[in-house]
T-cell receptor, first 114, second 110 residues
Framework: NAGVTQTPKFRVLKTGQSMTLLCAQDMNHEYMYWYRQDPGMGLRLIHYSVGEGTTAKGEVPDGYNVSRLKKQNFLLGLESAAPSQTSVYFC?????????????FGSGTRLTVV | RKEVEQDPGPFNVPEGATVAFNCTYSNSASQSFFWYRQDCRKEPKLLMSVYSSGNEDGRFTAQLNRASQYISLLIRDSKLSDSATYLCVVNSNTGNQFYFGTGTSLTVIP
């Protein structure tokens, strides 16, 4: 009963490096989301997906790309990391009934870009 | 204007106290409202949904005021384990996105 699993949990990158964050859910949820959380800013939506093969931009998409090739996985890519991308990244998923049941979050990835 | 606004606190209350948080939202078309709880360095977890008629779950009561566009959370008989940050969450008018407040910090003191 894993729910939403994020890997890695921690990462330190140098400016300009690239990386991919993986989110996997085993609840057969249609919707998946990537958020970042910064002090004083709350959770902000980066990208989301309403089904396999679909992606859409959220509130702060610049500098990130995503893919949803399989229903259970949602990948977040940073092509050229910048210090402004230092943050805690949360993946979330929901069924079509998100309006009733809300989201389930992963435990987060703490990313530091130096 | 932010979609969702909360008083960041901190609220420091003694055990057994009653404490209330408010949250205002800007989109009058919003239909879904939630309170999430987030412990330090952990992920947010759903505390409760907020229904139009108000709802209660044990010591927690949530209310919605559509006319004034705010939701509230009341915690009675506070426990040490209630210490956390409480996030107000409101959906967008498209329904696909949720907006999170910055959270209200609560510390319950022995």
């Amino acid at each position: 009963n894993a729910g939403v699993t994020q890997t890695p949990k921690f990462r330190v990158l140098k400016t300009g490096q690239s990386m991919t964050l993986l989110c996997a859910q085993d609840m057969n949820h249609e919707y998946m989301y990537w958020y970042r959380q910064d002090p004083g800013m709350g959770l902000r939506l980066i990208h989301y997906s309403v089904g396999e093969g679909t992606t859409a931009k959220g509130e702060v998409p610049d500098g990130y790309n995503v893919s949803r090739l399989k229903k259970q996985n949602f990948l977040l890519g940073l092509e050229s990391a910048a210090p402004s991308q230092t943050s805690v990244y949360f993946c979330a998923s929901s069924s079509r009934g998100a309006d009733l049941y809300g989201y389930t979050f992963g435990s987060g990835t703490r990313l530091t870009v130096v | 204007r932010k979609e969702v606004e909360q008083d960041p606190g901190p609220f420091n209350v003694p055990e057994g106290a009653t404490v209330a948080f408010n949250c205002t939202y800007s989109n009058s078309a919003s239909q879904s409202f939630f309170w999430y709880r987030q412990d330090c360095r952990k992920e947010p977890k759903l505390l409760m949904s907020v229904y139009s008629s108000g709802n209660e779950d044990g010591r927690f009561t949530a209310q919605l005021n559509r006319a004034s566009q705010y939701i509230s959370l009341l915690i009675r008989d506070s426990k040490l384990s209630d210490s956390a940050t409480y996030l107000c969450v409101v959906n967008s008018n498209t329904g696909n996105q949720f907006y999170f407040g910055t959270g209200t910090s609560l510390t319950v003191i022995p």
